[in-house]
């Protein structure tokens, strides 16, 4: 259970039953008073060797934009929902545009605002449509501290043409698992070979719980996928990788394996990461491999063409070996 070092809070939270529920639930939490969630100085002075030490930290305000992002993947629209960030660090997380203002959780509580917009949107619509209410922080971990996809999912379950999906890292779904869902969600998990989430994915589920979760997830109705993601390509990354999908083939369960989709993503990187990264964890692994990364755009890298080519060609090969009868939805 997550308890924070201490909470910024904007005033207006008071006025929000989460924001209530929060500040007396963290009650004896040390608490500072900020103006905006999205500009908080005393954040923005710390080094980058903070930047673990500023995840301990919660901050809870009000969202203010709820502007849909339209989306051609596993999804209709990206939606801002009830959280940005994450407490945990992994070290390529895209989360991390500036780490003095994305780096730590922050919490909204005007949680009937957001839903409502999903719910209208939805009601009004003549065709189904998904929303992608994950894609700023890890709600299964979220729920741990605010309830919010509990929430979620319990006023959901009857709106017409709606569908929501989430990805995650963390494998604590007990919480969701005897809710009545309608076969409305879809929760995609995130999976890397052990060595990889080991090094890499500080803070996470392990590789075995993620398997064991998703297996849960199934057996209690919900449409689970499987996100391989983000692929590193280390030096041994064939024979990780090879394990990965060798371990996901022995331990999914049969209804899982019926059924389950996978998105596969190559790492994107960048400056910041690399910089951050350098002085807050100093004896990680190095994820820039100049050998085999480009440019892509303002300060940011991704793999070489043949590499990506040759990643592509592993996966689908192996995939198609182990799982014959599942989509990949999408190599990227």
């Given at each position: 259970?997550?308890?924070?070092?201490?909470?910024?809070?904007?005033?207006?939270?008071?006025?929000?039953?989460?924001?209530?529920?929060?500040?007396?639930?963290?009650?004896?939490?040390?608490?500072?008073?900020?103006?905006?969630?999205?500009?908080?100085?005393?954040?923005?002075?710390?080094?980058?060797?903070?930047?673990?030490?500023?995840?301990?930290?919660?901050?809870?305000?009000?969202?203010?934009?709820?502007?849909?992002?339209?989306?051609?993947?596993?999804?209709?629209?990206?939606?801002?929902?009830?959280?940005?960030?994450?407490?945990?660090?992994?070290?390529?997380?895209?989360?991390?545009?500036?780490?003095?203002?994305?780096?730590?959780?922050?919490?909204?509580?005007?949680?009937?605002?957001?839903?409502?917009?999903?719910?209208?949107?939805?009601?009004?619509?003549?065709k189904k449509l998904v929303f992608e209410i994950g894609s700023n922080s890890d709600l299964i971990l979220e729920n741990t501290i605010t309830g919010n996809l509990k929430w979620t999912i319990e006023n959901f379950q009857n709106v017409n043409n709606g569908f929501l999906t989430l990805p995650t890292k963390f494998d604590?779904?007990?919480?969701?698992?005897?809710?009545?869902?309608?076969?409305?969600?879809?929760?995609?998990?995130?999976?890397?070979?052990?060595?990889?989430?080991?090094?890499?994915?500080?803070?996470?589920?392990?590789?075995?719980?993620?398997?064991?979760?998703?297996?849960?997830?199934?057996?209690?109705?919900?449409?689970?996928?499987?996100?391989?993601?983000?692929?590193?390509?280390?030096?041994?990354?064939?024979?990780?990788?090879?394990?990965?999908?060798?371990?996901?083939?022995?331990?999914?369960?049969?209804?899982?394996?019926?059924?389950?989709?996978?998105?596969?993503?190559?790492?994107?990187?960048?400056?910041?990461?690399?910089?951050?990264?350098?002085?807050?964890?100093?004896?990680?692994?190095?994820?820039?491999?100049?050998?085999?990364?480009?440019?892509?755009?303002?300060?940011?890298?991704?793999?070489?063409?043949?590499?990506?080519?040759?990643?592509?060609?592993?996966?689908?090969?192996?995939?198609?070996?182990?799982?014959?009868?599942?989509?990949?939805?999408?190599?990227?």
């Amino acid at each position: 259970m997550f308890k924070p070092d201490a909470i910024y809070f904007e005033k207006g939270i008071i006025n929000y039953a989460l924001g209530k529920e929060l500040m007396e639930k963290y009650k004896e939490v040390p608490k500072i008073e900020i103006e905006n969630h999205n500009n908080i100085e005393e954040m923005r002075k710390k080094s980058n060797k903070d930047f673990p030490y500023m995840k301990k930290n919660l901050i809870i305000g009000t969202r203010k934009t709820h502007k849909f992002v339209p989306n051609n993947k596993t999804s209709d629209f990206l939606v801002p929902y009830t959280s940005s960030g994450c407490i945990a660090s992994c070290l390529y997380c895209y989360l991390v545009c500036n780490y003095n203002k994305c780096a730590y959780l922050r919490l909204f509580v005007n949680r009937e605002e957001m839903l409502e917009k999903i719910i209208r949107t939805a009601n009004k619509s003549d065709k189904k449509l998904v929303f992608e209410i994950g894609s700023n922080s890890d709600l299964i971990l979220e729920n741990t501290i605010t309830g919010n996809l509990k929430w979620t999912i319990e006023n959901f379950q009857n709106v017409n043409n709606g569908f929501l999906t989430l990805p995650t890292k963390f494998d604590m779904v007990d919480d969701i698992l005897t809710l009545d869902h309608k076969g409305k969600v879809t929760i995609r998990v995130s999976v890397n070979p052990s060595e990889i989430i080991n090094k890499v994915e500080f803070g996470t589920s392990n590789l075995s719980n993620r398997i064991i979760a998703v297996n849960k997830l199934k057996e209690a109705g919900y449409n689970v996928g499987i996100l391989v993601a983000p692929v590193i390509f280390v030096d041994n990354w064939q024979n990780l990788y090879l394990e990965l999908i060798q371990k996901l083939n022995s331990e999914l369960s049969d209804k899982v394996k019926k059924d389950v989709f996978f998105e596969i993503i190559f790492m994107t990187y960048s400056y910041v990461h690399s910089k951050i990264n350098e002085e807050a964890f100093p004896n990680a692994i190095n994820l820039y491999d100049k050998s085999k990364m480009t440019g892509r755009g303002m300060g940011k890298y991704w793999y070489k063409n043949d590499i990506r080519e040759e990643g592509k060609k592993f996966f689908i090969d192996n995939m198609h070996k182990f799982f014959p009868n599942n989509k990949i939805e999408y190599i990227v």
